[in-house]
């Protein structure tokens, strides 16, 4: 199992190996090894579940368009990083939950923040340095490498 938390953020990534023996067409014994990996990340309440690729790497890519945007304007002062992206989730129970992505300047320093709204009211938020961002970006990006295709239960 791998972990990593930081500043409410969560990742978890569990695998489990199965052997599995059979018989091939020559009536051989066989030995196959299938892994089940599960991946979940967590900012606060509003979780990725099972690995859904499609909102890690818009994540992921949020990280990245800020890194990148730092570094371009390293030498700069004053440049500003166009990143104001959403990520949002419907739940029955608990209505519309909205994970925010926005680069800020302070100081002449880049951050960016990370926030969590439920009902329109920013319930958590963080603002991570150009440090903490890439940190976040290597734990999300391990998590990626290590998905797996899953076999449906109708198969």
Excluded at 24 to 39: A, I, K, M, P, Y
Excluded at 80 to 103: C, M, N, P, T, W
């Amino acid at each position: 199992m791998i972990e990593f938390e930081y500043k409410g953020i969560q990742i978890e990534v569990a695998a489990e190996n199965q052997q599995i023996n059979y018989k091939d067409s020559g009536n051989h014994h066989r030995t196959r090894f299938e892994r089940d990996v599960r991946v979940f990340v967590h900012f606060w309440d509003f979780v990725i579940w099972n690995g859904n690729l499609q909102e890690l790497a818009f994540v992921k890519s949020c990280l990245q368009y800020f890194m990148q945007g730092c570094w371009k304007r390293s030498n700069k002062e004053g440049g500003k990083i166009d990143l104001a992206k959403g990520l949002h989730h419907e739940d029955f129970d608990a209505g519309r939950s909205s994970l925010y992505f926005v680069a800020r300047q302070k100081d002449k320093k880049h951050y960016l923040q990370i926030s969590l709204q439920q009902a329109g009211e920013t319930v958590h938020e963080i603002y991570l340095d150009g440090q903490e961002t890439i940190m976040l970006d290597i734990a999300i990006a391990k998590a990626i490498g290590l998905l797996t295709p899953y076999k449906s239960q109708g198969a």
